[in-house]
């Protein structure tokens, strides 16, 4: 039976977590074969530049035309930026309805908090009701009845 130190079964794990953690970063660089220069999503896919590839051959290509060429990417990089352009305003616009749904929802819940504090009645005592010189003057059986008024009130 052999014995296995703490130490030794530690640098073990390690050894193998690194392994795995390895194997699972190159997977992943397997499959990130897509890039997107632009930075944009077409209903939840990548938009490229070579989505605007034509499926059609040419049979120009023998005789290379480089402004020709220089002319098809550069249609291709407008059709991407135009692409882009279209995410971006519908993304903005599907915030600014957002921003306009949450301030009208706020907007309703003020107005009827105002509604609310409106229908409040608030109601001030004189206060000037029980001065030390009108209740002097009282007889004692009004002053009796008005304590016991009070303290059922309370």
Same mark, same amino acid.
């Given at each position: ?11 073990? $794990? ?63 990089? =407008? ?16 915030? $600014? ?37 009108? =209740? ?14 009070? =303290?059922?009130? $309370?």
């Amino acid at each position: 039976m052999q014995r296995i130190s703490p130490l030794r079964s530690s640098i073990e $794990a390690f050894n193998k977590f690194k392994a795995s953690r390895a194997e699972k970063a190159n997977k992943i660089k397997e499959n990130a074969t897509q890039t997107n220069p632009f930075g944009i999503t077409f209903k939840g896919k990548l938009v490229a530049a070579d989505v605007f590839t034509s499926s059609k051959k040419t049979e120009e290509k023998a005789s290379v035309n480089p402004f020709k060429e220089k002319m098809e990417s550069t249609s291709k990089l =407008l059709a991407s930026a135009w692409a882009g352009t279209i995410n971006r305003f519908s993304s903005i616009k599907q915030n $600014a309805i957002a921003f306009g749904n949450k301030l009208k929802d706020n907007t309703i819940a003020f107005a009827k908090k105002v509604q609310e504090i409106g229908n409040t009645e608030v109601k001030f005592e004189n206060p000037f009701k029980y001065t030390v010189g009108n =209740l002097q003057k009282q007889p004692v059986n009004d002053l009796r009845a008005m304590l016991t008024a009070e =303290l059922q009130g $309370a």
